[in-house]
């Protein structure tokens, strides 16, 4: 279960992240927003350490936003990935995700914002200072797992962007680069690349939303969606984009990978929901990883994952059958 507690990001940041944390500046990447520019918050002068792979991170833990359930083994979280950038194996993205360069990395940012530009990711993450969340992750296959997430809250991040009023949905994109990413050159893939991902501005600005950029306490592994990634935990598992390096604030409705490859089986908002099966299996119950022949660890599925309290209202009077 969700122990819901008033998340500490709500209040002001005055003097929350010790200086000490701000290590190996990087010069702005060509381009780059500078933070004097407006991106930066006045009263805070220390910022999140750019993440370095393999690296302890400092965070501070969210009882609020965790749960009571066994954590999944940082080995089943590490090397069973959907990540079909770099194949559609479980075990590919393991594999062959180092192959991919994270240092540096940038964000685009732009539409509907009063702040765009190409965001160095030192910068983008800058000032705040990392949680620790630890969220049931549902995939849409009926397998699942808990994971301890290390990240920023996606609202911080847009609040600071500037979206105007003309903004109703959050456009996301991850990393195109066949030289370092494998599956988007196979001559097999369907996916019409770059992976591309959408949620609605509520959807995007709900407190569960989360920006990870490690798990475990430590950086992102490169197989799980490094540098930084999207969770959000109410939806299936390929909402949760990874590797972002766009963001775009735009008034229509985005079309996004699976919807347009397979629109009868995945739609746009793709909660988690016991009630709508996928057109080829049942979505009423989850194998929750580890689990294995003689130890299949099934159990029932929750409707929104568990997370209805905080995301319930954001449907009310949709018929979740049909935008599914």
Same mark, same amino acid.
């Given at each position: 279960?969700?122990?819901?507690?008033?998340?500490?990001?709500?209040?002001?940041?005055?003097? @929350?992240? =010790?200086? $000490? /944390?701000?290590?190996?500046?990087?010069?702005?990447?060509? &381009?780059?927003? %500078?933070?004097?520019?407006? !991106?930066?918050?006045?009263?805070?002068?220390?910022?999140?350490?750019?993440?370095?792979?393999?690296?302890?991170?400092?965070?501070?833990?969210?009882?609020?936003?965790?749960?009571?359930?066994?954590?999944?083994?940082?080995?089943?979280?590490?090397?069973?990935?959907?990540?079909?950038?770099?194949?559609?194996?479980?075990?590919?993205?393991?594999?062959?995700?180092?192959?991919?360069? @994270?240092? =540096?990395? $940038? /964000?685009?940012?732009?539409?509907?914002?009063?702040?765009? &530009?190409?965001? %160095?990711?030192?910068?983008? !993450?800058?000032?705040?200072?990392?949680?620790?969340?630890?969220?049931?992750?549902?995939?849409?296959?009926?397998?699942?797992?808990?994971?301890?997430?290390?990240?920023?809250?996606?609202?911080?991040?847009?609040?600071?962007?500037?979206?105007?009023?003309?903004?109703?949905?959050?456009?996301?994109?991850?990393?195109?680069?066949?030289?370092?990413?494998?599956?988007?050159?196979?001559?097999?893939?369907?996916i019409d690349w770059p992976y591309q991902e959408g949620l609605r501005m509520d959807e995007a600005m709900n407190e569960?939303?989360? !920006?990870?950029?490690?798990?475990?306490?430590?950086?992102?592994?490169?197989?799980?969606?490094?540098?930084?990634?999207?969770?959000?935990?109410?939806?299936?598992?390929?909402?949760?984009?990874?590797?972002?390096?766009?963001?775009?604030?735009?008034?229509?409705?985005?079309?996004?990978?699976?919807?347009?490859?397979?629109?009868?089986?995945?739609?746009?908002?793709?909660?988690?929901?016991?009630?709508?099966?996928?057109?080829?299996?049942?979505?009423?119950?989850?194998?929750?990883?580890?689990?294995?022949?003689?130890?299949?660890?099934?159990?029932?599925?929750?409707?929104?994952?568990?997370?209805?309290?905080?995301?319930?209202?954001?449907?009310?009077?949709?018929?979740?059958?049909?935008f599914y």
């Amino acid at each position: 279960m969700l122990i819901k507690k008033r998340p500490s990001w709500a209040l002001p940041h005055s003097e @929350v992240t =010790p200086e $000490s /944390v701000y290590l190996n500046r990087r010069q702005f990447m060509s &381009g780059t927003l %500078a933070v004097a520019a407006g !991106l930066s918050v006045p009263g805070l002068l220390s910022a999140a350490k750019l993440p370095v792979p393999g690296e302890a991170l400092d965070f501070v833990p969210m009882p609020g936003f965790s749960t009571d359930e066994e954590k999944t083994p940082f080995e089943d979280v590490t090397r069973y990935n959907n990540f079909y950038e770099f194949g559609t194996g479980k075990g590919d993205p393991a594999k062959y995700a180092d192959e991919m360069t @994270v240092d =540096p990395w $940038s /964000v685009v940012v732009e539409g509907e914002c009063d702040r765009p &530009g190409a965001y %160095a990711l030192e910068d983008l !993450l800058k000032p705040h200072e990392y949680q620790e969340r630890v969220y049931r992750l549902r995939c849409v296959e009926a397998w699942s797992m808990v994971i301890p997430w290390i990240g920023i809250p996606l609202v911080d991040i847009l609040k600071r962007l500037e979206p105007t009023s003309r903004a109703k949905y959050v456009y996301f994109e991850t990393l195109y680069d066949p030289d370092q990413m494998r599956g988007q050159r196979s001559l097999f893939s369907t996916i019409d690349w770059p992976y591309q991902e959408g949620l609605r501005m509520d959807e995007a600005m709900n407190e569960l939303s989360f !920006l990870a950029v490690g798990l475990y306490g430590k950086t992102m592994p490169n197989q799980n969606g490094a540098p930084i990634r999207l969770v959000v935990p109410w939806k299936y598992g390929f909402k949760s984009i990874k590797s972002i390096v766009k963001i775009r604030f735009q008034e229509e409705r985005p079309k996004t990978t699976w919807e347009m490859l397979a629109p009868q089986e995945y739609g746009f908002y793709a909660n988690v929901n016991p009630e709508v099966d996928h057109p080829r299996w049942s979505q009423k119950r989850e194998r929750r990883l580890p689990s294995g022949l003689l130890s299949p660890n099934y159990m029932e599925t929750v409707k929104f994952n568990g997370y209805g309290e905080q995301v319930a209202d954001l449907y009310k009077g949709m018929d979740l059958s049909k935008f599914y």
